[in-house]
């Protein structure tokens, strides 16, 4: 079963050539033959050198700069992330965090949700929107403090989460 559509991924061609009407001969008309030229830029002389400096790891002054960048995504949290990949696995994603960090998170009334401790080279941390007992949190607007002791600084971050309805497919 040949399938004539040849464009895309499911293309059962492996190439495609455009032929050019090459010397006095009518394009495509008349018996012709057809030269394929490799394109190697590169021959066996050819010596390549790379380098790279090392990656700089525990750059307090660089960390510091970094701590205007923390932020949280999706903000707001609309029933879905782009990252999640299956509805049982809900969660919020902290970006630009110094290896380590402690991130408390409260709602309005200053009630404290969930502390979360970060010590690990990663600049992500995700919060599954649970709270303490890992129960799903609540919708509403969440306060998120996080504390960076070794770089002396704080960061206060407003969430707004807004949950998708729980619906059950079997009692």
Do not use: C
């Not at 960048?69 to 949290?77: E, L, M, Q």
């Not at 919020?92 to 709602?107: C, E, Y």
């Not at 600084?153 to 009692?171: D, H, Y």
């Amino acid at each position: 079963d040949y399938d004539d559509n040849n464009w895309g991924p499911a293309a059962d061609v492996l190439y495609a050539i455009w032929p050019k009407e090459r010397g006095s001969r009518a394009y495509l008309l008349a018996q012709f033959t057809m030269d394929i030229f490799a394109n190697i830029p590169n021959g066996p002389n050819d010596t390549f050198t790379f380098s790279t400096q090392a990656m700089v790891t525990n750059d307090v002054e660089a960390a510091k700069s970094d701590v205007e960048k923390i932020n949280v995504f999706p903000n707001p949290y609309y029933a879905q992330n782009p990252e999640e990949t299956s509805r049982f696995e809900r969660f919020v994603t902290f970006t630009h965090l110094p290896q380590k960090a402690t991130i408390r998170i409260f709602t309005l009334s200053g009630v404290q949700v969930r502390k979360l401790e970060k010590d690990d080279p990663s600049q992500f941390l995700n919060w599954d929107l649970r709270n303490e007992s890992s129960l799903p949190v609540a919708s509403g607007i969440y306060i998120a403090h996080i504390d960076m002791p070794e770089l002396g600084k704080t960061k206060v971050l407003k969430l707004f989460i807004i949950q998708a309805a729980e619906i059950l497919e079997f009692f």
